[in-house]
């Protein structure tokens, strides 16, 4: 099978990466036809400044020319496939692919109008841009033969919210980076400190704030509490943190390489505990990478966690959103229960089904089933 990957995609996201090896190790012969316009943008909601904006569209809009000529001078190939973040790209590219009689698959990965607009709250949904967003989302969705979600979960509320059949829908998940990730070998489980970590972009859909309350209802215990990160919610978070007196370890960023050095000095890593519809829908990078370095995790339940993890499972604690108080408990059972854990490598068979290779097979899999 061959396939083109087509468009502005975003190579920063471990999403693309993931898939385009995975693809390429399940044995898919990959055609790359792609104009790189997201370097150094790390959120793409909160894109400050005029200019910035400006001069981001300008690159984007540029790119298409020299994007639509080389597609249509590629090689034969049996679908053409659009990563994150693809909703014009998937326009732009509609009538060149069906001049070649190419299936489009558009890896959506999640939906742009529900973060801006449900899950961040960027804009209002009256306002008309809301509108036009959820407009080029629809849209998006009937040029796509095959539109792929991270999850099940995040699938149906495409189906339900864009009224797409269950067969146009697929979903996979998001994977990990082995390498970046090697699972750690050896747990202390004598420090009589728990280190608690948790990374991410500062967004509601994290539910930090639940985390500071947490902290704040483990005062004077023997509990030490990290933040990496920053973001659309860095303010609020600040001011709550400085308004509870709570001692929090705060990094505004690390480099990507070395997290995996913080994650293995932690003995209980943070997934997420917001309590918004997409929180329940998605399972963040976070939570792969946790998952493949073998570190027991506390995360939010939801119907998109339980596509991956079961509750009793060892190292793994799923408490109710936004909830403070399961928060802390799930942590002290951790803690409490990490001399009858399995020996490490933790979360050894979960890991496996989250390797660049088994992505790529579902990846490859889903647009076989489009070409027929």
């Known amino acids: 099978m061959r396939v083109v990957i087509w468009g502005t995609y975003d190579t920063g ?65 049996d679908a053409v496939v659009v990563g994150y973040l693809g909703h014009l790209d998937v326009l732009v590219l509609w009538p060149f ?48 033969r095959r539109v792929v979600l991270d999850t099940a979960a995040h699938g149906r509320y495409f189906a339900e919210t864009y009224g797409l059949r269950a067969d146009r829908i697929g979903s996979v998940f998001v994977g990990v980076e082995p ?6 070998v050896s747990r202390s489980g004598g420090n009589a400190t728990t280190t608690v970590l948790f990374y991410g972009q500062f967004i509601p859909l994290h539910g930090i704030d639940t985390i500071v309350h947490a902290a704040a209802l483990a005062r004077g215990q023997p509990i030490r509490w990290i933040l990496i990160g920053h973001g659309q919610e860095e303010p609020r978070i600040r001011r ?8 929090i370890d705060w990094l505004e960023w690390v480099d990507y390489r070395s997290l995996r050095d913080h994650i293995a000095a932690a003995d209980v890593c943070l997934g997420i505990f917001g309590d918004s519809g997409k929180a329940a829908r998605v399972i963040p990078n976070k939570v792969y990478q946790i998952l493949s ?41 951790l803690r409490g229960s990490i001399q009858d854990l399995p020996p490490p490598p933790l979360h050894r068979q979960i890991a496996r089904k989250l390797a660049p290779a088994e992505v790529g097979a579902r990846f490859r899999d889903l647009i076989g089933s489009a070409v027929r």
Request: glycine share 4%; hydrophobic share 45%.
């Open 293 to 333: 370095s073998g570190v027991p995790l506390v995360t939010r339940d939801s119907p998109a966690i339980r596509e991956l993890l079961e509750p009793e499972q060892p190292g793994i604690r799923l408490v109710p959103a936004a909830d403070p108080a399961a928060l802390l408990d799930a942590i002290r059972e």
């Open 13 to 77: 996201k471990p999403r693309t990466r993931i898939m385009l090896r995975g693809l390429r190790e399940a044995g898919v012969d990959v055609v790359e036809i792609h104009r790189d316009v997201w370097h150094g943008v790390e959120d793409k909601g909160y894109v400050s400044g005029i200019a910035r904006r400006i001069s981001l569209a300008a690159k984007w809009l540029a790119a298409y020319p020299a994007l639509i000529w080389r597609y249509l001078r590629c090689p034969r190939h």
């Open 179 to 184: 390498e970046r990730f090697p699972p750690v």
């Open 240 to 247: 709550m943190i400085e308004e509870a007196n709570v001692e």
């Open 97 to 144: 692919a069906a001049l070649r009689r190419a299936p489009v698959i558009w890896d959506a990965f999640l939906s742009l109008y529900d973060t801006m607009v449900d899950d961040r709250r960027l804009i209002h949904r009256r306002n008309p841009l809301a509108t036009l967003v959820f407009a080029l989302e629809w849209l998006a969705c009937r040029a796509a």
